[in-house]
């Protein structure tokens, strides 16, 4: 079996110099990759440039080598098209099926999964037309990326940013893998939880746990692969904002209740995978406490946090609202795991053994999804990327038929 095909469109924004990471990751994971500039990103980033870092010449015309046909040769030998950046101007193109160069031409002959990352500054993203272009290109079957928020050209700051390329790869790596044209969560709005709350109990100490977030953030990357929006709710982690999610930063249980409830309002699936502090100190200490020689510190007295997982499941936001839950374990995995699924009243329940050694801070996980139909589906040690896809696998077919847009 070949390297994957990729053909890479780069479009005329300023971004386009962030493509030739992108271009790398590419080529140094094996994948065969053809670079598609338009004429207008040829100003910020030049054709022998594509050629060098691709090993493959730069196709720029319809009129090169015509013998071989490019402006359909391209797109039909491909495995993926991804388009970045992808100007405005590009994804009107693209949503009006305009084939004046050959990166439009290629967009109308391929047969394989197309993914854009836009950029471009907030207004032009958030203008009824862009919208109803992206709208458009994602009810065809196309992954469109949400954009980052952040800095663009000149002072301005805002939605519209090019994603970071790591994070653009990881979403093309995840389409590449799951070898389907369309994405099926397309038009669906998941919430994720991730990472430990924190609960101060001076201003330098607090109570925590070992969770890093990286089930979550697969989770998320994984969801924006395949056609969803995404909103991540961050509690305390270091890692860097999946490409193509909003992102709601939390440090304790009580603000990551709100920014749950509040993102939970209209969305379709809802997965806790957040290590939630079950308790937090019953007083803070305005002070850093402090020793004092010849006595014992005081009890820290601990009062119990609320419960979101068990909230949110009994009284659902939306009709036919799927909720998954988390449960780390140390003992009697699974007994507990059933019963906690129980007392939840969540959907699903991800069941794993947890300790200093295991899944915390690693790359890897293994788990028992258990459903309140009484199903049990067990994941083997993996990639934590792999259990988000399994969770995926059991949420999309249970949820409710998709709604249909608001009018405009």
């Given at each position: 079996?070949?390297?994957?095909?990729?053909?890479?469109?780069?479009?005329?924004?300023?971004?386009?110099?962030?493509?030739?990471?992108?271009?790398?990751?590419?080529?140094?994971?094996?994948?065969?990759?053809?670079?598609?500039?338009?004429?207008?990103?040829?100003?910020?980033?030049?054709?022998?440039?594509?050629?060098?870092?691709?090993?493959?010449?730069?196709?720029?015309?319809?009129?090169?080598?015509?013998?071989?046909?490019?402006?359909?040769?391209?797109?039909?030998?491909?495995?993926?098209?991804?388009?970045?950046?992808?100007?405005?101007?590009?994804?009107?193109?693209?949503?009006?099926?305009?084939?004046?160069?050959?990166?439009?031409?290629?967009?109308?002959?391929?047969?394989?999964?197309?993914?854009?990352?836009?950029?471009?500054?907030?207004?032009?993203?958030?203008?009824?037309?862009?919208?109803?272009?992206?709208?458009?290109?994602?009810?065809?079957?196309?992954?469109?990326?949400?954009?980052a928020v952040g800095r663009l050209t000149g002072?301005?700051?805002?939605?519209?940013?090019?994603?970071?390329?790591?994070?653009?790869?990881?979403?093309?790596?995840?389409?590449?893998?799951?070898?389907?044209?369309?994405?099926?969560?397309?038009?669906?709005?998941?919430?994720?939880?991730?990472?430990?709350?924190?609960?101060?109990?001076?201003?330098?100490?607090?109570?925590?746990?070992?969770?890093?977030?990286?089930?979550?953030y697969a989770l998320a990357r994984t969801a924006?692969?395949?056609?969803?929006?995404?909103?991540?709710?961050?509690?305390?982690?270091?890692?860097?904002?999946?490409?193509?999610?909003?992102?709601?930063?939390?440090?304790?249980?009580?603000?990551?209740?709100?920014?749950?409830?509040?993102?939970?309002?209209?969305?379709?699936?809802?997965?806790?995978?957040?290590?939630?502090?079950?308790?937090?100190?019953?007083?803070?200490?305005?002070?850093?406490?402090?020793?004092?020689?010849?006595?014992?510190?005081?009890?820290?007295?601990?009062?119990?946090?609320?419960?979101?997982?068990?909230?949110?499941?009994?009284?659902?936001?939306?009709?036919?609202?799927?909720?998954?839950?988390?449960?780390?374990?140390?003992?009697?995995?699974?007994?507990?795991?059933?019963?906690?699924?129980?007392?939840?009243?969540?959907?699903?329940?991800?069941?794993?053994?947890?300790?200093?050694?295991?899944?915390?801070?690693?790359?890897?996980?293994?788990?028992?999804?258990?459903?309140?139909?009484?199903?049990?589906?067990?994941?083997?040690?993996?990639?934590?990327?792999?259990?988000?896809?399994?969770?995926?696998?059991?949420?999309?077919?249970?949820?409710?038929?998709?709604?249909?847009?608001?009018?405009?």
């Amino acid at each position: 079996m070949g390297k994957p095909k990729v053909v890479l469109g780069v479009s005329g924004g300023i971004a386009a110099y962030k493509a030739c990471e992108l271009l790398r990751r590419l080529t140094e994971s094996g994948h065969d990759v053809r670079v598609v500039p338009t004429a207008a990103s040829l100003n910020f980033v030049g054709e022998a440039t594509w050629a060098a870092l691709s090993g493959n010449p730069a196709s720029t015309q319809v009129w090169e080598t015509v013998h071989e046909v490019p402006h359909v040769r391209i797109g039909q030998s491909a495995d993926l098209v991804v388009v970045a950046p992808a100007t405005a101007d590009m994804l009107a193109k693209a949503a009006h099926g305009l084939a004046d160069d050959l990166l439009t031409n290629t967009l109308l002959t391929a047969r394989c999964p197309v993914v854009f990352a836009p950029a471009m500054h907030t207004e032009m993203w958030e203008h009824p037309a862009t919208q109803d272009n992206v709208a458009t290109l994602r009810r065809r079957g196309a992954l469109v990326i949400e954009p980052a928020v952040g800095r663009l050209t000149g002072k301005d700051t805002g939605k519209g940013r090019l994603p970071d390329p790591e994070g653009i790869f990881e979403v093309c790596r995840t389409v590449l893998a799951r070898g389907v044209t369309e994405p099926d969560l397309a038009g669906r709005h998941v919430v994720i939880s991730a990472g430990g709350t924190r609960e101060p109990l001076d201003p330098v100490r607090f109570l925590g746990n070992r969770s890093s977030g990286k089930q979550g953030y697969a989770l998320a990357r994984t969801a924006v692969a395949r056609g969803a929006r995404v909103t991540l709710i961050a509690a305390n982690t270091a890692l860097p904002d999946p490409a193509g999610a909003d992102v709601v930063r939390v440090g304790t249980a009580l603000q990551l209740r709100e920014a749950v409830l509040e993102a939970a309002a209209d969305a379709d699936a809802v997965v806790m995978a957040a290590a939630v502090a079950d308790f937090r100190p019953a007083r803070y200490a305005d002070g850093k406490i402090k020793k004092q020689d010849g006595r014992e510190p005081e009890p820290v007295a601990l009062v119990r946090n609320p419960d979101v997982l068990a909230e949110i499941s009994a009284e659902r936001a939306t009709a036919g609202q799927i909720v998954v839950g988390f449960a780390a374990e140390t003992d009697d995995v699974l007994a507990n795991g059933r019963a906690k699924l129980r007392r939840k009243g969540c959907d699903l329940l991800v069941v794993n053994e947890v300790g200093e050694t295991k899944t915390f801070g690693s790359e890897e996980n293994e788990a028992v999804i258990l459903a309140s139909d009484g199903t049990e589906t067990p994941v083997p040690h993996g990639p934590k990327e792999a259990l988000a896809e399994m969770i995926w696998d059991q949420v999309a077919p249970r949820l409710a038929p998709a709604r249909a847009p608001r009018p405009a």
